[in-house]
């Protein structure tokens, strides 16, 4: 049986050889994307060839899995272990605890309605599993679809919502209200704390009555714009604990809305948080390109604020990918326009994006680009002048400024920095916060087995258990 491929024509023996069969993937490959999500979870789990073969054709129970070998067939196959060794059906009824992810087709996503009911099944799946989503993984090919509505068919998702105004202004001011209380959660304490709160706002207070909104009136697409706005905070809640493909969906669904709202500068936020994922994700070109898109796609709408933010989306994108003379440009750009910003005129899902956090990106850019200096100088301007409301990012801000004294061969005030975010992200529930510790930690090697070194893994061990939340993989794991 090469490959631990069947005849074909010979039914499968169970749902894991379904699947496998119907990915048109060896068992070998298989057996490769286990251990490479594996590593991506930090799970302890291993998987052979031949393993895989005995449990895709019966011969082996679940019994003795080991809970981490659970958890990444889970992943990798959007099904609980035992339902993987189970008996194909027509239908394979999820678990309550964890549903597989959507199976709809952002693609198909034609009108309002379309996204609206697609936002409900995001929302049913977040309540029943706010920490754990079956299925980690993105479709790189999502942004470029993204790119090409956004810029190619601005109108084809107006349609949909009913006529006559069911929603009025105080319904409005309550979805935008619950989205500033929620985002300043999530800056405060994280993805991991604030995503079910979010989840619960959408499936209560927002979803009810998006529905009866009419894009007649001006009323029902302030109203869209509003749910649009929650929703974007839900992906961004995913996309810090790690749940990269959650994270796609919802901020795909997202950016449809408010298509169907006719908001462009919101949509162009929202696609620049797919840029802001891409770019984490190693994918800096796409990133690069949805950046692009959002300024371009924007143009009349977005305000000075905005604007600047998708300049600073594309620097980090153009530094990740060594393109220096680029980021500069971007960033010179950024500054120029930030500078003509009005504060009290910008609307309120942008007004995070202040000075302090421009010295942030400068930061960002500069430690990619292998400019420690830069990277300090601008990273304690930001410190000093941001808002204590951030502590996520006033996190990843001396992280960076630990990454540069570490570049600059500065050890002992590298570790002292790094050990206070440690401190901080104990408090935190954001797997972007871990993966940046992360990062810092594997740019000690070249000390060697230092002693300093090994208090400081010690220090993180102790303070940081391992937290119940999905990893950052920087990497793409393709749905």
């Known amino acids: 049986?090469?490959?631990?491929?069947?005849?074909?024509?010979?039914?499968?023996?169970?749902?894991?050889?379904?699947?496998?069969?119907?990915?048109?993937?060896?068992?070998?490959?298989?057996?490769?994307?286990?251990?490479?999500?594996?590593?991506?979870?930090?799970?302890?789990?291993?998987?052979?060839?031949?393993?895989?073969?005995?449990l895709a054709a019966g011969q082996r129970t679940?019994?003795?899995?080991?809970?981490?070998?659970?958890?990444?067939?889970?992943?990798?196959?959007?099904?609980?272990?035992?339902?993987?060794?189970a008996a194909p059906c027509d239908s394979v009824t999820p678990t309550a605890v964890a549903p597989p992810p959507a199976r709809f087709d952002l693609d198909a996503l034609r009108t309002c309605d379309d996204s609206t009911e697609a936002l409900g099944q995001l929302?049913?799946?977040?309540?029943?599993?706010?920490?754990?989503?079956?299925?980690?993984?993105?479709?790189?090919?999502?942004?470029?679809?993204?790119?090409?509505?956004?810029?190619?068919?601005?109108?084809?998702?107006?349609?949909?919502?009913?006529?006559?105004?069911?929603?009025s202004?105080?319904?409005?001011?309550?979805?935008?209200?619950?989205?500033?209380?929620?985002?300043?959660?999530?800056?405060?304490?994280?993805?991991?704390?604030?995503?079910?709160?979010?989840?619960?706002?959408?499936?209560?207070?927002?979803?009810?009555?998006?529905?009866?909104?009419?894009?007649?009136?001006?009323?029902?697409?302030?109203?869209?714009?509003?749910?649009?706005?929650?929703?974007?905070?839900?992906?961004?809640?995913?996309?810090?604990?790690?749940?990269?493909?959650?994270?796609?969906?919802?901020?795909?669904?997202?950016?449809?809305?408010?298509?169907?709202?006719g908001d462009r500068a919101l949509g162009g936020r929202i696609l620049a948080?797919?840029?802001?994922?891409?770019?984490?994700?190693?994918?800096?070109r796409r990133a690069v390109e949805l950046a692009r898109a959002a300024r371009a796609g924007s143009q009349g709408q977005a305000t000075p604020t905005a604007v600047a933010l998708f300049y600073a989306m594309e620097a980090r994108a153009l530094a990740s990918s060594g393109d220096e003379r680029?980021?500069?440009?971007?960033?010179?750009?950024?500054?120029?326009?930030?500078?003509?910003?009005?504060?009290?005129?910008?609307?309120?899902?942008?007004?995070?994006?202040?000075?302090?956090?421009?010295?942030?990106?400068?930061a960002h850019c500069f430690r990619d680009l292998g400019k420690p200096?830069?990277?300090?100088?601008?990273?304690?301007?930001?410190?000093?002048?941001?808002?204590t409301i951030y502590v996520r990012s006033l996190s990843f801000c001396r992280t960076v400024l630990a990454t540069a004294h570490a570049q600059r061969g500065e050890l002992d005030e590298a570790l002292s920095i790094a050990r206070g975010v440690v401190d901080t992200a104990a408090q935190l529930r954001s797997q972007r916060v871990m993966s940046y510790l992360d990062d810092f930690r594997s740019r000690l090697d070249v000390f060697g087995s230092a002693a300093v070194t090994t208090d400081f893994d010690q220090y993180a061990r102790e303070r940081l258990p391992r937290l119940e939340l999905a990893p950052a993989a920087r990497q793409i794991v393709v749905a």
């Not at 169970?14 to 594996?38: C, D």
């Not at 679940?62 to 992943?75: D, F, G, I, N």
């Not at 929650?230 to 449809?256: E, F, K, M, P």
Request: charged share 20%; aromatic share 6%.
């Open 1 to 54: 049986m090469p490959n631990g491929r069947r005849e074909p024509g010979q039914a499968p023996r169970t749902l894991l050889e379904k699947l496998i069969k119907e990915r048109e993937a060896t068992y070998e490959e298989q057996t490769a994307a286990f251990e490479k999500l594996a590593r991506a979870l930090n799970e302890p789990a291993t998987m052979s060839v031949r393993h895989l073969q005995r």
């Open 62 to 85: 679940a019994t003795h899995a080991t809970p981490s070998t659970r958890r990444v067939m889970r992943q990798l196959f959007g099904h609980g272990l035992d339902e993987l060794l």
């Open 123 to 167: 929302t049913s799946e977040l309540l029943a599993d706010p920490l754990g989503p079956a299925n980690l993984g993105v479709t790189p090919e999502t942004w470029q679809a993204a790119v090409v509505r956004w810029m190619l068919e601005p109108e084809t998702r107006a349609q949909g919502g009913t006529s006559g105004a069911s929603v």
């Open 169 to 261: 202004a105080a319904d409005v001011e309550v979805v935008r209200s619950a989205t500033r209380m929620l985002a300043s959660w999530d800056y405060q304490y994280g993805g991991g704390r604030s995503r079910l709160l979010v989840g619960q706002c959408l499936a209560t207070e927002a979803l009810p009555l998006a529905r009866r909104a009419s894009l007649s009136t001006v009323v029902g697409r302030d109203y869209l714009t509003a749910v649009a706005a929650l929703a974007r905070l839900a992906g961004w809640t995913a996309y810090d604990i790690g749940s990269h493909g959650s994270a796609q969906r919802l901020l795909t669904v997202a950016l449809n809305l408010t298509q169907a709202a």
């Open 273 to 284: 948080g797919m840029s802001h994922q891409a770019n984490f994700l190693g994918q800096p």
């Open 326 to 362: 680029g980021c500069t440009a971007a960033l010179s750009s950024a500054e120029v326009v930030l500078a003509a910003a009005d504060p009290e005129s910008e609307p309120e899902w942008v007004r995070f994006f202040d000075a302090a956090e421009l010295h942030a990106e400068f």
């Open 373 to 387: 200096q830069l990277a300090a100088k601008h990273a304690l301007l930001s410190i000093a002048t941001s808002d």
